[in-house]
């Protein structure tokens, strides 16, 4: 069974920037598609970034768009979320996702879509 550990988030100011990593295991192939999800209290779980195994598409909800960067190391088995210029918008809990199937289009945000997930970890950035 896939397990996804999230890790990097924090406290932050407006304006700062953290960097998430989540970790994969428990696979045998050499990559995977991965994501990352976050939710808010009294809020649905909404897409932030989507990148496939090549690293040749990318996907961002508009709202982070040009401040969030997404990557990975497949070797490593471990994605990242770069997050630049955080507003209070940003506060959320965190999560990656994974499966071994490809994402079209918007697929990729809607989180039936997904088969494993990471536990979370909380963003908070104050004004």
């Known amino acids: 069974q896939v397990q996804l550990v999230e890790s990097g988030g924090g406290s932050v100011q407006a304006g700062g920037s953290l960097r998430l990593s989540c970790a994969a295991s428990g696979y045998r192939v050499s990559s995977i598609f991965m994501t990352w999800f976050r939710q808010a209290p009294g809020k649905e779980r909404e897409g932030v970034a989507y990148i496939n195994p090549s690293g040749a598409v990318e996907y961002y909800a508009d709202s982070v768009k040009g401040r969030f960067s997404i990557s990975q190391d497949n070797a490593k088995k471990t994605l990242y979320l770069q997050m630049n210029s955080l507003i209070p918008h940003d506060t959320a809990k965190y999560y990656c996702?994974?499966?071994?199937?490809?994402?079209?289009?918007?697929?990729?945000?809607?989180?039936?879509?997904?088969?494993?997930w990471g536990q979370g970890t909380q963003v908070t950035v104050s004004s």
């Open positions: 996702a994974a499966d071994f199937a490809r994402k079209y289009g918007n697929t990729w945000s809607n989180p039936a879509n997904w088969d494993y």
